[in-house]
């Protein structure tokens, strides 16, 4: 058989969750690390990063409806998907996500951006005709106040969506990590850390996200960045990148330290057939050169080579923690459960599973938020941000 | 004389177990109306299986009978059961060497290593009493029978191969046709009519036994109690009802 | 508490979700297959769908229904222990309908797929190397497929 190494046993020869299911989590990861970010400000009150407050939800919106067409795609049937809502099978992991996923997209998200959004909403409303202003009208629910006393409902209402909101977004992604870290069968997969993990490299990608479209919307607009908040919000990635390193490498300690029976195989693999996703692309180019360049970054005086450094450290973390995804799907993968040998993913390009279609999913969530940003424009007045105008 | 155990399963098996309700069914078969069979009540039995690794020879006519018997696709690597064959060299157990040329299904060509313990293993589902397989899935598509079999509702399966992730002996595929999951049936359709499954039926050295643990009278009993027997995996505490006797500490 | 007024939107919003909710148990309601739960976690109707598969292999006493000579014949044997049909191919089209016929096997080939020499088959399990016991002649010129011991 082409692309066997060993033994495998017959049933194990071809993979069963391909890039479709590696996208999913790090589209989900970016959701779940855009969302904290913004929490960040709504919630811990750290100021500086007010500027990039609303642009922080609408990627998580834009990404978070998105993140379900991977998994259709993926499906034998997805015609049958909605049987997790009628009857989810209470012992599985899976079955209770699309409880989670909705509780997350409609209670927190959506009511947070429509609290945040509710004053530009009702103008619009009344400033706009045809079928922008149905919309709008839609969108408003048919409600026209935005009298101060209002606003300060919403505000004080928006903060406790907020703080229900960050466990619910560490849950969302969380549960990714326990759908792989509780299967027993997979020892690339099975350990309590998985979730953990799984948590910390989405924030690391979430914020570096937002971090990369703030400076691009930036440039879009012609206006000078906001350098303190772009300062912060660097630092608060490199703070969730030691987090995330210390536990990959907490993982990999364990790991090797203990070398149990499927030890030496793993090991075969990583430096085999994982050797340029786990090593070069995840440690190297998507871990330890961002931090280099994010701690770097701290001592050097010009804003405009600052911005560079963050722009590529931005981009090799994205591309690091897709590494990730991909090492601990694919990887899980590669071995056979007889720990004698080894298999090869058959990558396509134009099947409903394959690279082309991949590549689109990725591309979608910018259109998407590219007509989000139209309708609720992040920033109305320049103020950068969430509101500023709220009465004293 | 040495304790013949293929006589022992087999005889009492087969003639005390099987040929009264098997003749009766076999009259619904033949009438056309197999999945009338009257008389099954699930709750009365437990199914097990036995594999005596000691007696297979490799001949690969289980696999050949199940897949005939169960419509699974003859193309390559989608098995409900196979053979594997070890060849293990006494200085380096920890590394044996195993194949199982699709699946065993035309047998084994003969071996050339020298100085190797070789032998072959017949492998099928568990039908595991605590199934990963069972609990992972998200629509409740696959369930234990109330008589110990695992099955797959293939009229409710989403084909999210979470199962399949779960199995640790890699009994799972997703069928190419359906799209849904699929495995051994442990021959559902059969044993529910007195029947054997397809692959016990063929066997020809009495390598593979279907029992019932709820009968007090299946020789499985006497079986299970006189022989050492192993369970595959026992460390992932899933409970299998596959029963091997002769295991040797290589098999994976 | 401020005015009802600075809050009524917030009620509206609570209002969609309540008819969200409302429209997602209704949807469950009809949805749900009538026949889940009643067994476990599962539609119980899968339990007849897993038993109505056709019967391709008859069971050796199907066989003995009609061919009992041919199991006189095999008693006292080495052979007597082994289905009908595993030399013979499925054949239950056979059994419900004896004009359908049945497969006679190739009277070397099919000895073949037991008896040739392997260092995996257990031992005490008779092989032969064929060539050398017989040349290029079939097996059935001297040995009895149902009788093969001389």
Redesign the interface.
Same mark, same amino acid.
């Given at each position: 058989m082409d692309g066997i190494q060993g033994f495998m046993y017959p049933n194990e020869m071809e993979l069963q969750w391909g890039l479709l299911i590696v996208l999913y989590p790090f589209i989900t990861g970016l959701v779940a690390g855009a969302f904290i970010l913004a929490s960040l400000e709504r919630v811990f009150d750290v100021q500086a990063v007010k500027p990039t407050y609303r642009l922080a939800l609408l990627t998580a919106l834009a990404f978070m409806l998105v993140a379900p067409l991977p998994l259709q795609l993926h499906l034998g049937h997805p015609e049958r998907s909605f049987e997790m809502y009628l009857t989810p099978h209470t012992t599985s992991a899976m079955a209770m996500f699309g409880f989670v996923y909705l509780w997350y997209l409609m209670a927190v998200l959506v009511v947070e951006i429509w609290l945040e959004y509710r004053k530009e909403i009702v103008v619009a409303w009344q400033q706009s005709s045809g079928l922008k202003r149905m919309a709008y009208g839609v969108l408003a629910l048919g409600s026209s106040n935005i009298s101060p006393e209002s606003l300060r409902v919403d505000d004080r209402v928006g903060r406790l969506v907020t703080i229900v909101g960050i466990p619910s977004a560490f849950l969302l992604h969380g549960y990714v990590g326990f759908i792989f870290g509780s299967v027993k069968a997979n020892p690339w997969w099975s350990t309590p850390m998985m979730p953990i993990v799984f948590l910390f490299s989405a924030i690391v990608s979430g914020v570096a996200l937002v971090m990369l479209m703030y400076l691009v919307m930036t440039w879009y607009r012609k206006v000078p960045v906001d350098m303190r908040c772009l300062d912060t919000i660097a630092r608060y990635l490199l703070y969730a990148f030691v987090i995330d390193l210390s536990l990959e490498l907490l993982d990999l300690a364990h790991r090797i330290y203990e070398a149990d029976e499927s030890f030496k195989t793993l090991d075969f693999m990583v430096h085999t057939r994982l050797f340029l996703s786990q090593i070069v692309l995840q440690m190297v180019v998507g871990t330890l050169v961002p931090i280099a360049l994010l701690v770097f970054a701290r001592v050097v005086r010009s804003a405009r080579v600052r911005r560079v450094m963050y722009v590529m450290a931005g981009v090799l973390t994205l591309v690091g923690i897709f590494a990730m995804r991909w090492n601990v799907v694919i990887g899980g993968q590669l071995f056979s459960k007889s720990f004698l040998g080894y298999t090869t993913y058959k990558l396509e390009f134009a099947t409903r599973e394959g690279l082309g279609v991949s590549l689109a999913l990725l591309v979608l969530p910018f259109v998407v938020l590219a007509g989000l940003v139209r309708l609720l424009p992040p920033w109305p007045d320049a103020s950068g941000g969430r509101r500023d105008s709220l009465p004293s | 004389m040495p304790f013949d155990r293929r006589a022992f399963l087999q005889q009492t098996g087969k003639l005390l177990v099987l040929t009264a309700p098997a003749a009766a069914a076999w009259d619904y078969v033949i009438a056309g109306e197999a999945d009338k069979a009257p008389g099954y009540d699930a709750a009365a039995h437990w199914w097990a299986m036995i594999i005596d690794v000691e007696q297979c020879i490799g001949c690969g006519r289980c696999v050949q009978a199940c897949k005939a018997e169960n419509g699974v696709s003859l193309e390559p690597h989608y098995f409900r059961t196979w053979v594997e064959r070890y060849q293990i060299d006494p200085d380096d157990p920890e590394h044996p060497y195993v194949d199982s040329p699709n699946g065993g299904y035309d047998g084994f060509p003969e071996t050339t290593k020298a100085g190797v313990k070789t032998f072959f293993v017949p492998k099928l589902c568990n039908q595991c009493a605590d199934s990963p397989c069972v609990q992972v899935c998200p629509v409740g598509a696959t369930f234990q029978t109330p008589d110990g079999v695992v099955l797959v509702d293939k009229d409710y399966c989403l084909g999210c191969r979470y199962c399949v992730q779960a199995c640790p002996y890699g009994c799972r595929y997703i069928n190419p046709e359906t799209h849904t999951a699929d495995k051994c049936t442990l021959c559902y359709h059969r044993i529910t009519k007195g029947l054997q499954t397809a692959c016990v039926e063929v066997c020809p050295t009495g390598a593979r036994y279907l029992g019932d643990l709820k009968n007090p009278n299946d020789p499985i009993h006497e079986f299970l109690r006189t022989h050492k027997v192993q369970v595959l995996k026992p460390q992932m505490a899933t409970h299998p009802k596959t029963f091997y006797n002769g295991l040797d500490g290589a098999v994976r | 508490m401020?005015?009802f007024? !600075?809050? @009524?939107? %917030?009620l509206? %919003?609570a209002a %969609?979700?309540a008819v969200?909710v409302a429209l997602?148990l209704g949807? /469950?309601w009809v949805? #749900?297959?009538s026949d889940?739960?009643r067994?476990?976690?599962? /539609?119980a109707g899968?339990?007849?769908?897993? +038993?109505? /598969?056709?019967? #391709?292999?008859?069971? +050796?006493?199907?066989c003995i229904?009609c061919h009992s000579d041919v199991a006189d014949l095999r008693k006292a044997n080495s052979h007597a222990?082994? !289905?009908c @049909?595993?030399c013979h191919?499925?054949l239950?089209a056979h059994?419900?309908d004896p004009a359908v016929a049945a497969a006679r096997p190739d009277p070397r080939a099919i000895c073949a #797929?037991?008896h040739?020499? !392997?260092?995996?088959?257990?031992p005490g399990?008779k092989t032969v190397n064929f060539t050398d016991h017989a040349g290029l002649e079939a097996c059935t010129t001297c040995h009895r497929a149902h009788a093969p011991k001389l």
């Open positions: - | - | 401020p005015p007024r !600075s809050y @009524e939107h %917030l509206r %919003l %969609l979700f969200g997602f949807l /469950r949805l #749900v297959p889940y739960g067994l476990g976690p599962y /539609r899968a339990l007849a769908a897993n +038993q109505a /598969r056709p019967i #391709v292999y008859a069971g +050796q006493a199907a229904d222990r082994i !289905s @049909e595993t191919g499925p239950a059994a419900m #797929v037991c040739l020499p !392997s260092a995996a088959k257990p399990f």
